[in-house]
């Protein structure tokens, strides 16, 4: 659980990010020293490794997707 909750932190920082790339052109990264510095290339993979955490994890722990299917009826 403590990694589901890491990884949704991480992902909406990295989200948060691409809404201020695509607003402004700004990249969180930048004040890292860029793409090229070595902390930022490490918080990308941190992100990325969350998305698949949140990916491959996902179906166990959502509700939603595990509650029982209900048919739909018709009238």
Known sequence: MKLHKLAFVLLVIGGLNWLLVGLFGWDIGQLFGGMGATISRIIYILVGL??????????????????????????
């Open 50 to 75: 969350s998305a698949l955490c949140e990916i491959f994890g996902h179906h166990k722990r959502c509700k939603e997707c595990n509650a029982p299917q209900q048919k739909a009826t018709t009238m």
